[in-house]
């Protein structure tokens, strides 16, 4: 729920923030200026989100439905409800059953003590104490982040594979054929190796070398070779 919000831009902006994290339903309460361009400059491939949002005369209005309300601002307010930090807000939400809101104030004046005492939490972001005021979008991303979260978060897409990791007999092959540059470009003397080789070895261990990587560094080393003068 946005209250009040004064810059159009910042009702796209948080519709963003809502989206990157699956969220979508979007509530304003009496917004000073919407629909606006600014918003769908702002909102770019969230404005199905934008659209979808509903308008509303009043905080009651906006969460009627709803079983819980959780008042977001960074001032201590006499007689508040509970005070909960974000990440402690998403973990009771998600024990209560039934759609809960997370109510927004206008980006000056925040939420009026009426607003806050309409809600039945009272969050705070926990940020510097020299400078702890967030965009309203930015509180928005905050919040949606720790929500999702607290809902189980996304699966982690999996990396592009990396490649067959390389066989001992091609490490091997390849530190051998390092050694045979480096002592004919002077930087190994065979004479006294001290620990550059089993360091080298320790190296190519833990990088866990693939096959594509032993072809590179043996292409190098078959470089450097031909350059020695």
Not at 112 to 137: D, G, K, R
């Amino acid at each position: 729920m946005l209250c009040r919000p004064s810059h159009p831009g910042n009702i796209g902006a948080a519709a963003r923030a809502m989206k990157t994290m699956g969220l979508a339903d979007l509530r304003l309460v009496e917004p000073e200026r919407y629909p606006a361009p600014e918003a769908d400059w702002m909102a770019t491939n969230a404005v199905d989100v934008l659209k979808g949002a509903t308008l509303h005369a009043s905080l009651e209005d906006s969460i009627r439905d709803c079983v819980a309300a959780f008042a977001m601002s960074a001032r201590p307010r006499e007689w508040s409800p509970q005070v909960l930090d974000a990440r402690s807000a998403a973990a009771r939400a998600m024990a209560l059953e039934g759609d809960v809101a997370f109510v927004f104030g206008n980006e000056t004046a925040g939420l009026t003590n009426e607003e806050v005492f309409a809600c039945q939490y009272l969050v705070h972001i926990p940020a510097s104490a020299e400078f702890s005021s967030l965009n309203l979008a930015q509180a928005v991303q905050v919040i949606a982040y720790d929500w999702r979260q607290a809902l189980g978060g996304f699966e982690v897409q999996p990396r592009a594979p990396e490649g067959l990791v390389a066989d001992v007999a091609a490490v091997q092959g390849a530190l051998a054929h390092w050694q045979e540059v480096l002592v004919g470009i002077g930087y190994l003397d065979p004479a006294a190796p001290k620990k550059l080789m089993p360091r080298l070895n320790q190296l190519a261990n833990r990088a866990r070398l693939t096959e594509e990587e032993i072809h590179i560094l043996r292409g190098i080393a078959r470089a450097v070779a031909k350059s020695k003068p």
